[in-house]
């Protein structure tokens, strides 16, 4: 299986490139529109800035390319700000446009916890991950979203389980539908992973969270596999 990782000057691309190497993936990074568009599944890694990933993308031709891409169902795996800019728009540095293939926007983590306590911002660290839909440390789960990982790409983990996170602002999809799971950050729930149709993000890094990471990126590459059949 082929998989595209996309290079547009934001991303720590050598873990996630060993992290689908590890399953005997064959792995191409690229800046080309025209590779983009014959990819047959792609993956849009990122650190930083919501308006620097996007000016990246744009500056490349690359925005349309995954927009259609994603329209034809190609599968699609955006990871931290790659996941946040598969959303519509974002508030940070001011309001900017994103990719549109997941209804909903970034916004900025809070800067009080759910009690009214100051709490840190970036989140960063290991963060329990919760079917959408169910409740989970106190928290009420979303109606309508899915309270189990079966048949995602986070099939085969356990409630509860950790992966790594470093962010500042959170994604909000527009419908419960669209969230795949949460986090629990400061009392509150965050989106840690959202997909729609073959395009699927997730908030924390799974190239950096060990076997359970690991087996995201494997369950991936399955879903991948399965699609070009």
């Known amino acids: 299986m082929k998989i595209t990782i996309i290079n547009y000057g934001l991303s720590n691309l050598l873990s996630v490139k060993r992290a689908f190497e590890h399953f005997g993936a064959e792995v191409e990074m690229t800046s080309d529109a025209a590779t983009v568009l014959a990819a047959k599944a792609l993956v849009l890694p990122g650190v930083g800035a919501f308006k620097d990933g996007m000016a990246g993308l744009q500056k490349l031709s690359l925005v349309e390319p995954l927009q259609k891409q994603a329209a034809a169902g190609t599968p699609i795996l955006g990871i931290c700000l790659g996941m946040q800019m598969l959303f519509e728009e974002s508030d940070e540095f001011g309001l900017h446009k994103g990719l549109g293939l997941i209804p909903g926007r970034v916004e900025k983590i809070p800067s009080l916890d759910a009690t009214g306590s100051a709490q840190r911002v970036p989140s960063i660290g290991w963060c329990p991950l919760y079917p959408a839909g ?96």
């Open 134 to 229: 169910l409740p989970a440390d106190g928290t009420p789960g979303f109606p309508g979203a899915p309270e189990t990982f079966a048949g995602t790409a986070l099939a085969g983990l356990q409630t509860g389980e950790e992966c790594y996170f470093v962010h500042s602002y959170e994604a909000k999809p527009l419908s419960p539908k669209y969230r795949l799971a949460d986090t629990v950050y400061g009392g509150r729930r965050i989106c840690a992973a959202a997909q729609k149709g073959s395009v699927l993000g997730t908030q924390f890094h799974p190239e950096k969270s060990g076997p359970v990471g690991l087996s995201i990126i494997k369950e991936y590459l399955r879903l991948c596999k399965q699609r070009g059949e």
